[in-house]
């Protein structure tokens, strides 16, 4: 259970900070934000998924349930480090400034970590490989799959490891005991990047403790499938003979798509993750609360019950409802970690039992106030909240407030609206930052581009597009924007600042 004081916070992925080098990073930038949260009330940075990326960049189709993304490691950093000079980072490439380019941003990180690689193995600091070397035998049960599954996806020209030979793709014993002492300088340097993004992360999550900064997380409930968490542990999925999905993962036909979404994901084969205890589980959620104080677990409706679909099938019409585990699966992990500092994503269809599993455990739900103009009774309208909810004016799939009320809001919503706040919607940003502010729900959180006032052009992600999504980066002088003044004014007016907390 979340036992926050009143409070708010800001929604912001780390690749949207500012940087020289193509994309946030984990260097100055981080710093910086964290510094601006402290000076304008804000006791929550919330982040989506933190994972390598593959093909379409998202941070919810990662390489792996564990590893941390090599692009968000700081170059700047690892000159402080002793393991890239200045030099080294003199030719940084004209980035776009306001946007990622992951073709570009790719190549250059891989170069410039190569480099560091060499550098540290031709002699770092006793202290630095110490520190690696601890890092290596403490995440060794995830951390050897990872940097052997990049090893071999890298050799096979990134191909899916379904296309590898059979000896990689069913993980004979001979013929991964051949990769790791062959390949084995690839396989450590895979290592060296781990722990340079667990490193750089440590150290940001203790400078936000000290400014009382909370950190959010974000799990998502299913997995990629080309991924090292699949490829390692094959037999608790629903796979053929060949490692491919035989069902995969989605949302049913709505109001919204006549043909549902189909993600892709493979799907869990619970009874066996059940008969050891959910031990993937438990080690999954604790690397993650080393990274973050609480977590959001995305999709959370899929422990109730989820749409299961034929692989076979190119929509997600003909799936069904199959349960989920359930309670017994909380219960298992709340044994071996204690109470959990959990949030749930309980957007969508949600049914009673959804409810009540939620409720069992004391997990806030969410309410986005972009959904909540249809009538006096929905859920997402302020006088309607619990307190025990995290409250949004949109989320990363949302378009922006003013993006939503410029492009997407029809003429009775205006006019609904209007008649909620009791007058014209002159500012709506700031409209529905008060009305977040003002709910009774313990947490409220703001996406930067809503503080910064932008529009639809600063949306980061569509669902259901196939482009140009998580490239949004903030614009040069956002943490002196105006924004802040109002952020800082409204958090005050409703007792979300941190100094009018009750003292423990």
Request: aromatic share 14%; net charge neutral.
């Amino acid at each position: 259970m979340i036992t926050l004081p009143r409070c708010s916070g800001i929604l912001l992925h780390p690749t949207s900070l500012r940087g020289p080098y193509g994309i946030g990073d984990l260097g100055a930038g981080a710093y910086r934000f964290v510094d601006w949260l402290e000076a304008n009330g804000q006791t929550i940075w919330q982040v989506l998924p933190l994972g390598p990326t593959s093909y379409g960049d998202s941070p919810y189709q990662t390489l792996s349930a564990f590893a941390g993304s090599s692009h968000l490691i700081s170059l700047d950093r690892l000159v402080e480090d002793g393991l890239l000079t200045k030099g080294d980072l003199a030719d940084a490439p004209p980035f776009p400034a306001n946007s990622v380019d992951y073709g570009w941003v790719g190549p250059y990180h891989n170069q410039k970590l190569a480099s560091a690689w060499r550098n540290f193995s031709g002699g770092a600091d006793q202290s630095l490989r110490q520190d690696f070397e601890r890092f290596v035998d403490e995440n060794h049960f995830w951390l050897e799959d990872f940097a052997l599954f990049v090893t071999l996806k890298t050799r096979h020209r990134l191909r899916p490891w379904v296309e590898w030979e059979r000896e990689f793709r069913r993980r004979d014993p001979a013929a991964l005991a051949y990769a790791a002492a062959n390949f084995a300088e690839q396989v450590n340097s895979e290592r060296f990047r781990q722990w340079l993004f667990y490193r750089q992360w440590r150290a940001l999550k203790q400078y936000a403790k000290s400014k009382g900064v909370r950190l959010f997380g974000d799990l998502p409930i299913f997995v990629a499938h080309d991924s090292a968490d699949v490829w390692a542990n094959q037999r608790e999925y629903f796979l053929d003979e060949a490692g491919n999905s035989t069902v995969v993962a989605g949302v049913p036909p709505d109001y919204f798509s006549p043909t549902g979404q189909r993600w892709g994901n493979p799907l869990y084969r619970w009874e066996v993750m059940h008969a050891d205890g959910y031990q993937w589980w438990i080690r999954r959620i604790r690397a993650l609360l080393k990274l973050v104080d609480y977590i959001r677990i995305d999709h959370f409706r899929g422990f109730e019950a989820y749409w299961e679909i034929p692989a076979s099938e190119a929509t997600a019409v003909k799936g069904k409802w199959v349960k989920g585990p359930g309670a017994a699966f909380f219960e298992a992990i709340r044994a071996a970690m204690g109470e959990l500092p959990i949030m749930a994503e309980d957007l969508g269809l949600i049914t009673s039992g959804v409810e009540k599993l939620r409720d069992a455990f004391g997990f806030p739900g969410m309410k986005v106030l972009q959904f909540a103009w249809s009538d006096p009774a929905n859920p997402f309208l302020p006088h309607n909240h619990p307190v025990n909810c995290v409250v949004y004016t949109g989320t990363h799939d949302n378009n922006t407030t003013r993006g939503w009320w410029e492009n997407e809001v029809d003429p009775g919503t205006r006019a609904f609206v209007k008649d909620y706040l009791g007058h014209d919607a002159g500012n709506i940003v700031w409209d529905m930052a008060r009305l977040g502010m003002r709910s009774a729900g313990r947490v409220f959180i703001m996406p930067m581009q809503d503080v910064l006032g932008l529009g639809a052009a600063a949306r980061l992600n569509t669902p259901g597009k196939a482009a140009d999504n998580w490239t949004w980066r903030m614009p040069a002088n956002a943490l002196n924007h105006r924004g802040k003044d109002a952020l800082l004014h409204i958090t005050r007016l409703f007792q979300r600042h941190p100094d009018q907390q009750p003292k423990p």
